[in-house]
């Protein structure tokens, strides 16, 4: 029973995730595309605070709690961001092969410990050694 509601929390906070009714802050970040504007990922300052705390920082400064955050200036890429987030609502379920390289350098840069962890694990079970390696020392661990 005691696994049940941490299962339960994840889904439940994962389905929250850029959900504009229920957020109370909007992460401003590179389109697809250069002609297309910024795009708008929609998340919640606990969550982002309680992860990161250079994200922490960035929304509650001394001026007060940001209701939007831009960063489009160092997120160029908004479905690699996306998924970085999500990883932040469902307890990094979302990593993949395609994306951990990616991932780990995200939580690096953001100091999401646990999500790095998560990632190194996921590259030694996942990758052979060298390969492994290779991500690892690109990563600058």
Same mark, same amino acid.
């Given at each position: 029973m005691s696994e049940d509601w941490r299962a339960w929390l994840w889904k439940t906070l994962g389905e929250q995730f850029n959900v504009p009714s229920l957020s109370d802050c909007v992460l401003l970040v590179a389109g697809r595309r250069e002609e297309e504007k910024? *795009?708008? &990922?929609?998340? !919640?300052? /606990?969550?982002?605070?309680? !992860?990161?705390?250079?994200?922490?920082?960035?929304?509650?400064?001394?001026?007060g709690a940001k209701q939007e955050l831009d960063l489009s200036e160092t997120e160029r890429d908004i479905d690699t961001f996306t998924e970085f987030m999500q990883c932040l609502y469902d307890n990094g379920a979302s990593?993949?092969?395609?994306? &951990?390289?990616?991932?780990?350098?995200?939580?690096?840069?953001?100091? &999401?410990?646990? /999500?790095?962890?998560?990632?190194?694990?996921?590259?030694?079970? !996942?990758?052979?050694?060298?390969?492994?390696?290779?991500? &690892?020392?690109? *990563?600058?661990?």
């Open positions: 910024k *795009e708008k &990922v929609y998340v !919640h300052k /606990l969550v982002l605070s309680l !992860h990161s705390p250079i994200l922490g920082r960035q929304l509650f400064s001394a001026h990593i993949t092969e395609d994306n &951990v390289e990616t991932l780990l350098g995200l939580a690096r840069k953001y100091q &999401v410990r646990w /999500l790095q962890m998560r990632c190194l694990n996921y590259i030694a079970r !996942h990758f052979s050694n060298d390969d492994a390696l290779f991500m &690892v020392i690109s *990563e600058g661990y």
